[in-house]
């Protein structure tokens, strides 16, 4: 049974104004009720869970609601519209007369030019001119321009679906976004119309209420005008229930694992550590030919990286590199090697892809480096691989170099062990012999989770000269890619690595 003391005023409203036949809508509580929209939407949804009141039918009605860049084009007119008049007013133009004379982006004249140049309207002469050809077939762009200006027109500046015709329906939706709509003269909103009605539960509490004279009236609070007033003498206040728990206070904090991150870098910075950033799209060339990688490699394989789709390719490779790499991969350069003796691929080099390892920028780096020069990077990489609770299909990786003619393996394997035991917190480390294309020697540092037991953290070594000398680097070089998701494990307290990117707020809120 539900305790009407519990209710709360708009509720005891909705329950003494309705019967439980009657259809109720966010609407007639406004027109009836006097309640905003926002009020009538929250009383259902504590009737709701209340049963005492259950959904009949629900519509869902779209919108088109005039964006900012809308805004523009009703002000100025569209891309499209303008391109065609100016064109007809003035032909014989060239594409970045017209986007200087209307004072638009090219890549804006050239979307215009093509739709255009489909529709037959216009076209470039000989001399890359543009002409006109003939008046407009597809009526849908200037019809858009008149939707704008109706939506221009109202308060809201929103326009229903219910109130355009079916050519008009068809013109809006080419034009229009429900998401990311910064770069859409129209916005797509979708609001459902919901119709509710009383349960017989419901009838049952007004009846209580309307004995006991609940009216949804009642205050709720003693004030200070009152008390000199004497109007509190005629007032009925609603009963306060000390049951109930106070409010939970949340405090705001910062995302644990981005402090761990944070604190990272701020640890490596007070090393004396420059920090260096890289593109997540990189080519083949800076993700594995300038790190010796064979282009036979097994890891070069379409199941371990992601490659982009559109565009396939980058237009070219830096020079010297570009050579030096490609003598490094065939013949060994002038690096002392024998290389790895097979005809390199420029085409394949210039690939794109989701870097896979952080070590593509350390690489990057190296030819600008100053010596003696330490330097890091926290990357986002890719690599297809199967997801558990030590491995993500994308993660952070940890790579840093340090290039100087006094260092060797004893520097480097006290570097690993501040990331494993410092940083991380373990107690356990041991370090075991590994083999990577770029570097020698080379090794990898595992640490033990008090949970998961003996797991990897990263990959080391000095990088061979095959990787420096083609990059114009003749002094050794310690290079590292640690997967910090991790150390974050260590550190955190966590079990699982997906816990660190959680959708649920509460393990966040309570990871220290």
């Not at 926002?38 to 709701?48: D, P």
């Not at 060797?408 to 041991?430: C, D, Y």
Request: net charge neutral; glycine share 6%.
């Amino acid at each position: 049974m539900i305790e009407i003391k519990n209710l709360h005023p708009l509720e005891i409203k909705v329950l003494r104004a309705f019967l439980p036949e009657e259809h109720l809508t966010a609407s007639l509580l406004e027109e009836k009720l006097a309640f905003k929209e926002g009020h009538a939407n929250q009383v259902f949804s504590w009737l709701k869970l209340k049963e005492l009141v259950e959904e009949k039918s629900r519509t869902t009605d779209t919108f088109y609601e005039l964006t900012e860049l809308g805004k523009q084009y009703v002000k100025n007119g569209t891309p499209l519209m303008r391109v065609f008049r100016l064109v007809k007013e003035q032909g014989a133009l060239s594409l970045p007369q017209i986007a200087s004379t209307l004072g638009l982006d090219n890549k804006d004249v050239g979307t215009a030019f093509g739709q255009l140049s489909k529709d037959g309207c216009i076209m470039m002469d000989t001399d890359k001119h543009i002409i006109y050809v003939k008046e407009l077939s597809d009526k849908k762009h200037e019809c858009i321009e008149t939707l704008l200006k109706r939506a221009s027109q109202k308060p809201d500046n929103i326009l229903s679906e219910k109130e355009l015709t079916s050519e008009e329906r068809e013109a809006i939706k080419t034009v229009s976004k429900k998401r990311g709509a910064l770069d859409s003269p129209f916005k797509i909103l979708e609001r459902d119309s919901v119709v509710f009605s009383l349960t017989e539960q419901a009838n049952e509490v007004r009846q209580q209420l309307e004995k006991e004279n609940i009216t949804g009236e009642e205050t709720g609070q003693l004030t200070a005008e009152m008390l000199k007033t004497g109007s509190w003498k005629t007032m009925t206040f609603r009963p306060y229930n000390i049951d109930l728990p106070p409010a939970r206070i949340i405090p705001g904090r910062y995302n644990s694992y981005n402090s761990f991150l944070e604190g990272v870098k701020d640890k490596l910075a007070n090393l004396g550590f420059q920090e260096i950033e890289g593109d997540i799209v990189q080519t083949d060339f800076w993700n594995s030919d300038a790190l010796f990688m064979p282009q036979f490699h097994a890891a070069r394989n379409i199941h371990d990286v992601y490659y982009i789709k559109n565009p396939t390719k980058a237009k070219s490779i830096e020079e010297p590199y570009l050579t030096n790499v490609i003598n490094a991969h065939e013949n060994g350069g002038n690096t002392g090697s024998r290389g790895w003796n097979y005809t390199f691929d420029v085409e394949f080099t210039k690939q794109l892809l989701l870097r896979s390892q952080g070590t593509a920028c350390s690489v990057r780096k190296l030819s600008t480096s100053e010596i003696p020069g330490k330097y890091f990077t926290i990357s986002r990489c890719f690599r297809y691989d199967k997801v558990d609770a030590t491995h993500l299909s994308d993660f952070y990786q940890l790579d840093g170099i340090i290039v100087s003619k006094e260092v060797n393996l004893r520097t480097l394997l006290g570097i690993l062990k501040m990331f494993a035991v410092e940083i991380a917190g373990a107690t356990e480390v041991k370090y075991v012999g590994a083999y990577f294309p770029f570097t020698e020697p080379s090794l990898e540092v595992h640490v033990k989770h008090p949970v998961l037991g003996w797991f990897e953290l990263g990959g080391a070594g000095i990088f061979r000269p095959e990787v420096t000398k083609a990059q114009g680097v003749d002094v050794p070089v310690l290079a590292w890619g640690i997967g910090i998701d991790r150390m974050a494990l260590m550190a955190l307290g966590a079990n699982d690595l997906r816990e660190l990117f959680s959708y649920d707020i509460e393990k966040v809120r309570l990871r220290k």
